[in-house]
């Protein structure tokens, strides 16, 4: 069983930014859609942006322009980084993985705090 780990989390004040890294236990298990989402306190999980082979990317609204999926297919590595980050930004982020005819794969989650 494939597993993601999340790491890169933080304090950071406004208009800061901070590196989020997922790491997959599987060599080449990163080659496949990979995503980032993210769950603020009482709220449900939402989506924030995905990478696609070949490279696409896609984002939501509130991270278009401000965040930005990358991967290292060598490193077995997902990232996001975050830049000018607001406190609604605030929340717990986790990695998903979906390979082809296979369930998802959820990291533990790392947490993102941004102060105002």
């Known amino acids: 069983q494939v597993q993601l780990v999340e790491s890169g989390g933080g304090l950071v004040q406004a208009g800061g930014s901070l590196r989020l890294s997922c790491a997959a236990s599987?060599?080449?298990?990163?080659?496949?859609?990979m995503g980032w989402f993210r769950q603020a306190p009482g709220k449900e999980r939402e989506f924030v942006a995905q990478i696609t082979g070949p490279e696409r990317t896609n984002y939501a609204d509130s991270a278009k322009g401000r965040f930005s999926i990358s991967r290292d297919t060598a490193k077995n590595t997902v990232y996001l980084q975050m830049n000018s980050l607001k406190p609604e930004d605030t929340a717990v982020y986790y990695c998903?993985?979906?390979?082809?005819?296979?369930?998802?794969?959820w990291g533990q989650g790392t947490q993102v705090t941004v102060s105002s």
């Open positions: 998903k993985g979906s390979r082809p005819f296979d369930l998802d794969v």
């Open positions: 599987e060599r080449t298990f990163t080659n496949y859609a």
